[in-house]
């Protein structure tokens, strides 16, 4: 792999770490009826624009040559269910309270990233 294509493999793995990171502090702050307003407004503002940002490298993958490949094992039997848990999580706490912005943007720029990763002819995760 050539550094630059290591570099977006880099930058997507990022961008779904970050759709993490967001997730869990949206869901740990509506769980606990307790945000911290000046984070709200950074995590808002911040998910806001990596989803544009994410949804534009989608766009972007019609130019990269086309990759089908399976998932591999750790995604199949850990992340896809992890991710499919949190999701019941989400929408059972969305029952209760409204889901801040960023958990929902943070549930998209996870999706995103990893279909990316997925898409990408030079991963390292073949």
């Given at each position: 792999?050539?550094?630059?294509e ?6 997507f ?15 740990l702050a509506?769980?606990?009826k ?6 709200d407004?950074?995590?808002d ?12 490298f ?16 750790v ?22 309270n409204?889901?801040p ?11 995103l ?10 991963s390292?995760?073949t």
């Amino acid at each position: 792999m050539t550094p630059f294509e290591h570099l977006v493999e880099l930058s997507f793995t990022f961008l779904a770490f970050l759709g993490v990171v967001l997730i869990a502090y949206g869901g740990l702050a509506a769980g606990l009826k307790n945000p911290w307003g000046p984070l709200d407004t950074i995590a808002d503002k911040l998910s806001q624009y990596v989803t544009l940002v994410s949804v534009a490298f989608v766009g972007l993958a019609v130019y990269l040559p086309a990759s089908v490949r399976s998932p591999d094992g750790v995604t199949r039997f850990f992340f896809a269910p992890a991710i499919l848990v949190l999701v019941i999580g989400a929408l059972a706490l969305g029952r209760k309270n409204t889901l801040p912005p960023h958990v929902t943007n943070g549930f998209a720029i996870l999706g995103l990233a990893a279909s990316m990763l997925r898409a990408l002819p030079f991963s390292s995760g073949t």
